[in-house]
C-alpha cells in the first residue's frame, strides 16, 4: 500500500510540473486568455489534491525504507515549483 502511494505521489508531481510548462508555454489570444485562466484554476486544485496525498504519502514512506527519501524529495520539488509560479504570477501582475 505504501508502495504504492508513494509512486502515485511521485508520478502526480511530475504530472503538475509537466502541466505547468505547457500551460505556461501557451499564448493568450483574445478569448483564450479565459481559457488560460481556467487551465490555472484546474492546476491549482490538482496541487492542492496531490499536496494532501503527499502528506498521506509522507506519513505512510517513512515506514518503508527507501521510499521516505524518494517521497521527500517529490514533496520539496512540489512546494519548489508552487512557490516558484507564485514567485512568477506576482511579479507578473506587480511589474
Known amino acids: 500500500m505504501a508502495k ?16 505547468a510548462v505547457a500551460i505556461w508555454r501557451l499564448q493568450c489570444e483574445s478569448f483564450g486568455c479565459m481559457g ?10 490538482a496541487f492542492c489534491v496531490s499536496l494532501v496525498l503527499g502528506l498521506f504519502a509522507r506519513n505512510k514512506a517513512a515506514l518503508v525504507a527507501g521510499f521516505a527519501q524518494a517521497c521527500n524529495a517529490a ?14 504570477w506576482v511579479v507578473k501582475k506587480v511589474m
Open 75 to 88: 514533496w520539496w520539488l512540489q512546494w519548489l515549483l508552487g512557490l516558484a509560479l507564485v514567485a512568477a
Open 36 to 45: 488560460l485562466g481556467v487551465a490555472w484554476f484546474a492546476w491549482a486544485i
Open 4 to 19: 504504492t502511494l508513494v509512486s502515485l505521489y511521485v508520478i502526480a508531481v511530475l504530472a503538475l510540473f509537466a502541466t
